[in-house]
């Protein structure tokens, strides 16, 4: 047996004038081999990198210090609006013995920043102007990977003056940091959630590693025809044949890993979804880097002694089995209609429960995996019926009647990245309607920008708002809630009718008017028990108000975001508590550069002068669709990679197919059939199966989509252009291989490739 192995070995690499051509192929089947184990080793390391996102997370969240703690640290959390996001900045002061932040070496003292390195990268490019302007202060440090959650938090923590933090209404006495991290099932739900992607994009790669591994089968065949010669029998074959494709997949697996580590810092780098995780991260559980270790050789042994099932090899000669045996679909339907029950009886359960989800789920992955297994059946049964047409027509079918089975398994793992893209992509598309652009009334005065402040700092922020050129309105409005005796929650903008003008068409008005928005007259309460807005303070102990009589109504269509309840002016005798004031600014120039003013103009307030839009839906429009844009763009790249990879199967094993048959396609071409024809033939070859793979992909993933939107209460939305490119990506595929076969083709025909070697 070790005879055996270590003369596949040798076969493999070499050691006679084929020297050349045998390392060329144990590159090829390395390199291929390497390639899918570099993408296989970051799949299995999600469940790594979401387990160090959270007990990150966990270690960031600050809990409250005890009353009797001498020395906490004081906090004020406020954010930094820009146009593609926030920044969020922790105001800080403390004590020698106050908490130390994950992430710092030591409390950034008053005016110093110390920044993620998001932030210091930002601030560093020509487009962090508005960060600057906005961050006043020094930068004395980043903050390490212990402070962040994601690589790409935009985080401050900066120093303040111990008296403005202590004073500061939103101020947190913080007496440490970090919290036990929750996962429960957290590794179980990612599972699921993403099971039928993984199985969608991973089976086209093991299918690629079979492939691979069959590099070269034709000269492989006749090494192993000559062998014989030296009396080795069929078991003793099996084992060279085994050694020769197992040093090329050791070594594939051994490039890989090293690739995947050379490159981990680099996956890393994208951003997706929002955030960029930590490279370092993808750390593969080692049952996971066993398996893949022990499941890619594996694979490639099995396919190289697979491909022995139908030859017998005999001295300096090769017999072909004449017509395989029909499939067998009994099992094939089983773990389709197994699948198809779990998904369908997850659907009419309709309730959106756990086990439904993974029964959901789990039903989604099998008729993926169905689907692959189906291809070949349903090809065979294809081409066994069709009759006639032209001659390149009647070569492929003909071929495809005697072997269908090859270019469908091939096939059957561009098919299953079809179905699972289009699958999610139906999801994406009818679970993320368009954003809705929201606007104000068209009577109400522009005003698209707020600045957040508090009742002590209102006239310093108008003084610096009013100061600046092009500012044509600028008006306070005061924050409370009251609490009525049944305990309904009702909130209350306290302003001058010029100020309550900009939240809602209110006609006529006077001083001393009450407005309501979204009360019904039956259903309002005589009197208030007022509290400042954000705050529990003041909900018991509060002054009292007295709803005035004459109470005016007020459209809701006719509100700007956000009003609702009352709007009360300032002759309303409402009592004044230091609750929050939203100051809204109104002038000349796009909301953005209005925006940058003024922020400019308070930077110097720091939480005390919190710049946003007075509409905010449209970044929370923003901020929600960018995850998912970009997930659909990484869906997308991640198919079109793995329908790369499937091309560059079926790529090699048309030139396999060419190379085998090539005494046969030289008759043809010395009988007089023009290249032509031959070429139209491997076009058809290859295209038959991907077309019915094509139709079998679509109808999957429609199929798939509805009762999982059916489950979710969501009607199901189609986008054809997306369908349509990832289809027509397929049937590209088949006429880029079939034109890059053409040399080989054309090499093989000629006439000289009859004679005897």
Known sequence: MISDFALGLRLAVGGSRSSGQALLRLAMTTIGIALVVSVLLPAVSIGSVVNARTDRSAANQAISADPSDPDPLYQVRWS??????????????????????????????????????????????????????????????????????????????????????????????????????WKG?????????????????????????????????????????????????????????????????????????????????????????????FGEDFLPPWPLVVLIVLLVPALAVGAAIFGLRNIIVEPLGVVRQGRPARRLMWWRWTVTGIGALLVTGASLVGEREYSSMVALTAGSALVLVGVAVLLPWMVERVAGRLRGGPPSWQFAISRLQVDSGTASRVVSGLVVVLAGAIMTQVLLTSTMPAAQARQQPPALPSAPVMVETDLGHQDDVLTRVKALPGIDRAEAVRKLHGTAEDGTYVQIEVGSCAALALRANLGSCVDGDVFAVHTLASERPGKLRLGVYYSSDGDRNGPLW????????????????????????????????????????????????????????????????????????????????????????????????????????????????????????AALSAAGVP?????????????????????LAIGAGIGLSAPILTLAEAKIDIDPPMIGALAGAALLAVLIVTACTLPLLRQVTKVESLRAE
């Open 80 to 181: 930094v609006r820009l146009p593609d996001g926030y920044v969020e900045v922790h105001s800080v002061s403390g004590g020698p013995n106050a908490p130390m932040p994950p992430g710092l070496t030591a409390l950034p003292g008053p005016g110093d920043l110390v920044v993620s390195p998001a932030v210091a990268e930002l601030l560093a490019s020509p487009d962090g102007a508005p960060l600057r302007a906005r961050l006043p202060g020094r930068v004395v440090g980043v903050i390490g990977k212990p402070g962040l959650v994601d690589a790409s938090d935009r985080k401050v923590w900066a120093g303040a003056p111990p008296e403005e933090t202590r004073a500061a209404r939103l101020a947190e006495k913080v007496g440490g940091f970090g919290r036990t991290p």
């Open 546 to 665: 007295t709803v005035p009589a004459g109470v005016r109504d007020v459209d809701v269509t006719q509100a700007a975001w956000g009003v609702q309840d009352y709007l009360v002016t300032t002759g309303a005798a409402v009592p004044s508590l230091p609750g929050p004031v939203d100051v809204y600014v109104g002038g000349s120039g796009t909301t953005e550069a209005l925006s940058l003013r003024v922020a400019t103009a308070v930077s110097g307030l720091a939480w005390l002068g919190q710049v946003s839009l007075a509409d905010p839906t449209s970044d929370f429009d923003a901020l929600s669709q960018r995850p998912m844009q970009q997930f659909r763009a990484v869906l997308l790249a991640a198919s079109m990679f793995v329908l790369m990879v499937a091309a560059l199967s079926l790529l090699i094993l048309s030139i396999e197919q060419i190379t085998d048959r090539r005494r046969a396609l």
């Open 185 to 277: 099932d957290a590794n179980m739900v990612l599972l699921v959630v993403l099971l039928p992607i993984l199985v969608a994009l991973l089976l086209p790669l093991l299918v690629f590693v079979t492939t691979a591994s069959r590099m070269g089968a034709a000269q492989r065949e006749r090494r192993l025809a000559a062998v014989r010669l030296i009396g080795l029998d069929a078991r003793q074959i099996r084992r060279v044949a085994a050694a020769e494709s197992l040093l090329g997949a050791a070594a594939g697996v051994v490039v890989g890993g090293v690739l995947f580590f050379l490159t981990r810092q680099w996956l890393g780098s994208p951003d997706l979804f929002g955030f960029r995780v």
């Open 675 to 695: 290249l032509g024809v031959m070429a139209r033939s491997s076009l058809w070859q290859t295209a038959l199966p991907v077309l019915i793979g094509v139709v």
